[in-house]
C-alpha cells in the first residue's frame, strides 16, 4: 500500500508540476500577444520625493499588465517570465519608449525606468537607447535606468564597461534594491552608480529593530563618501520617514508618499502640488 500510495504521490507531483508548466506557457503566449496588440500592458509612476523640500522630484516607471481574465498580474511574476522567454527585449523597449515619451510631457522630474539584466547585456542596447532618446527629443540626463547586482555576476568585466558608457552619454544610473543579493561592497567601487536605492527590506525594521538605523545610517554615509546619492524604497510610516530624514537620506519612496499611477493622475498630483506652493508661500 505505501508503495503504490508512493507512486500515485509521484504521478499526482509530476502532473501538477507539468500544469505549472503549461500555465506559464500560456501566460508567456498571452504576453506576448498583449506586446504585439499593446493591450493590457501599462506603465505607472510612483513619486520618488526630495527629503529637503519634500516636493515630487523623479517618477519610476513601474510596468502593469491587465490580463483580460486573471485581472492585474504583478511584474514580480511577469517580468521574471519575460526574462526567461526572451520578451523581455520586445516588453523592454515598449517599456523605455513609453517612459521617455512621458519624460518629455514632465520636463522639471528626473524618470526612472528599471532595465533587465538581460536587455542590458543584450546586442545593441546601447544604440538602442540612444534612438529612443532622440525619438523622443529628450537628454539622457533625464533618465535614470534602474539596474540590479544580477549584471555585475556574469561578466563583471563586460558589465563595468556597459555602465561606464551609459555614464558617458549622459544617463543617470541607479544600483536598485541595493542590499538584497549578493552585494559585496567592493561593487560599488567598480560600478560607478550615482545612486544608491536602499531596499524596502532594511527601511522596514526601521523603528522596530535597534540595529536597523544604524545599517542604513552606514549605507547613507558610505554612499555620501563615495558621491552618491541614496533613496529609501517602501517607506510606509512616520517612524521610518524621520529616521530617513536623520539618517540623512536624499530622496524617498514609498506608500507612505504616493503608490505607483498612471500618468494622468501624476499630473494631477503635480498640478496640486504647484497649487499647495502658491497658497504656502515660503516665509
Ligand atoms: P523595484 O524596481 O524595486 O520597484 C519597487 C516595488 O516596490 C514596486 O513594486 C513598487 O510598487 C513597490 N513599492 C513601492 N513603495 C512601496 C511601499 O511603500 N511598500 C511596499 N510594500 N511596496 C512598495 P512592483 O511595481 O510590483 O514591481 C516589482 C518589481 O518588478 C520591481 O521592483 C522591479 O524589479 C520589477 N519591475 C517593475 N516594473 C518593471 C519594468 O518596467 N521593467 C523591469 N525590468 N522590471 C520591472
Ligand atoms: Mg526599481
Ligand atoms: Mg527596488
Ligand atoms: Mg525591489
New binding site residues.
Given amino acids: 500500500a505505501a508503495k503504490s500510495r508512493g507512486r500515485g504521490q509521484f504521478c499526482l507531483y509530476e502532473a501538477s508540476m507539468d500544469s505549472e508548466v503549461k500555465n506559464r506557457q500560456l501566460l508567456a503566449s498571452e504576453l506576448r500577444e498583449a506586446l504585439e496588440h499593446n493591450q493590457g500592458l501599462m506603465?505607472w509612476y510612483?513619486p520618488i520625493i526630495c527629503t529637503h523640500s519634500e516636493k515630487i522630484v523623479g517618477l519610476?516607471?513601474?510596468?502593469r499588465w491587465q490580463h483580460p481574465q486573471q485581472g492585474m498580474i504583478?511584474?514580480?511574476t511577469f517580468?521574471p517570465l519575460a526574462e526567461e522567454t526572451g520578451l523581455?527585449i520586445p516588453l523592454?523597449e515598449w517599456?523605455l519608449k513609453q517612459a521617455f515619451t512621458m519624460a518629455k510631457r514632465w520636463p522639471q522630474l528626473i524618470v526612472a525606468?528599471?532595465?533587465?539584466p538581460l536587455?542590458l547585456r543584450s546586442r545593441n542596447f546601447i544604440e538602442q537607447l540612444m534612438q529612443l532618446v532622440a525619438n523622443a527629443g529628450i537628454a539622457p540626463q533625464q533618465i535614470e535606468l534602474?539596474i540590479t547586482e544580477g549584471i555585475l555576476i556574469d561578466d563583471e568585466h563586460e558589465a563595468n564597461a556597459l555602465v561606464c558608457s551609459l555614464r558617458e552619454r549622459g544617463f543617470h544610473l541607479a544600483l536598485?534594491?541595493f542590499g538584497t543579493g549578493y552585494s559585496s561592497l567592493s561593487y560599488l567601487s567598480r560600478f560607478p552608480v550615482n545612486t544608491i536605492?536602499i531596499d524596502?527590506a532594511f527601511i522596514q525594521p526601521l523603528g522596530l529593530v535597534d540595529n536597523a538605523t544604524a545599517i542604513v545610517r552606514a549605507v547613507v554615509d558610505l554612499g555620501h563618501a563615495m558621491h552618491l546619492s541614496i533613496t529609501a524604497?517602501?517607506?510606509?510610516t512616520r517612524e521610518q520617514y524621520q529616521a530617513l530624514v536623520a539618517a540623512g537620506c536624499d530622496r524617498l519612496?514609498?506608500?507612505?508618499f504616493h503608490?505607483?499611477q498612471p500618468p494622468e493622475e501624476i499630473n494631477a498630483l503635480l498640478a496640486a502640488e504647484i497649487v499647495d506652493d502658491d497658497s504656502n508661500p515660503p516665509a
Fill in positions: 506603465l510612483q519610476e516607471a513601474l510596468v504583478s511584474p514580480a517580468i523581455i523592454g517599456i525606468v528599471n532595465v533587465s536587455q534602474e536598485d534594491d536605492k524596502r524604497e517602501g517607506v510606509e519612496q514609498g506608500y507612505l503608490r505607483a
